[in-house]
């Protein structure tokens, strides 16, 4: 083996070189007067666009509220009709006047049946005359 030097016995040994190493992570940091008036009017606008968005809700609640009663309202209608199955529309009718007998008839035109009987008024009496 090799001779040893009194150099080498008592040497320390090498230490590595210090090492740096770049990073980032979230840390608190004081704001300078600029960002706090940066922030405040962010936050304003923010908050305006909220109430913006808030009233816009409510208004589009009750447009569909609006629209859900139309539907619940054409529901009931026709449940109730379903219920008397019957419905009433408007039907075209004929008065006629029977002066032999004082009376007058109204008529269904579309059935021929007799809805009402009623005297003749004093105003109806007056015939024209035949030309």
Same mark, same amino acid.
């Given at each position: 083996m090799?001779?040893?030097? /009194? +150099?080498?016995? =008592?040497? !320390?040994?090498?230490?590595?070189?210090? @090492?740096? %190493?770049?990073?980032?992570?979230m840390?608190?940091?004081?704001?300078?007067?600029?960002?706090?008036?940066?922030?405040?009017?962010e936050?304003?606008?923010?908050? /305006? +666009?909220?109430? =913006?968005? !808030?009233?816009?809700?409510?208004?589009? @609640?009750? %447009?569909?509220?609006?629209?859900?009663?139309?539907?619940?309202?054409?529901?009931?209608?026709?449940?109730?009709?379903i219920?008397?199955?019957?419905?009433?529309?408007?039907?075209?009718c004929?008065? !006629?006047f029977?002066?032999?007998?004082? @009376?007058?008839?109204?008529?269904?035109?579309?059935?021929?049946?007799?809805?009402?009987t009623?005297?003749?008024?004093?105003?109806?009496?007056?015939q024209?005359?035949a030309?």
């Amino acid at each position: 083996m090799g001779k040893k030097t /009194a +150099e080498t016995e =008592t040497a !320390e040994p090498v230490k590595p070189a210090n @090492k740096i %190493e770049h990073f980032e992570t979230m840390l608190r940091c004081k704001l300078t007067d600029a960002e706090m008036l940066s922030r405040g009017t962010e936050m304003a606008e923010a908050s /305006a +666009e909220m109430a =913006t968005l !808030e009233d816009q809700l409510v208004s589009t @609640k009750k %447009e569909f509220q609006y629209k859900i009663d139309g539907r619940q309202a054409r529901i009931n209608e026709l449940s109730g009709t379903i219920r008397a199955k019957s419905e009433t529309r408007l039907v075209k009718c004929e008065r !006629e006047f029977l002066f032999n007998i004082g @009376k007058v008839h109204e008529i269904r035109t579309d059935t021929q049946e007799v809805i009402n009987t009623r005297e003749i008024r004093g105003d109806e009496r007056q015939q024209e005359l035949a030309v």
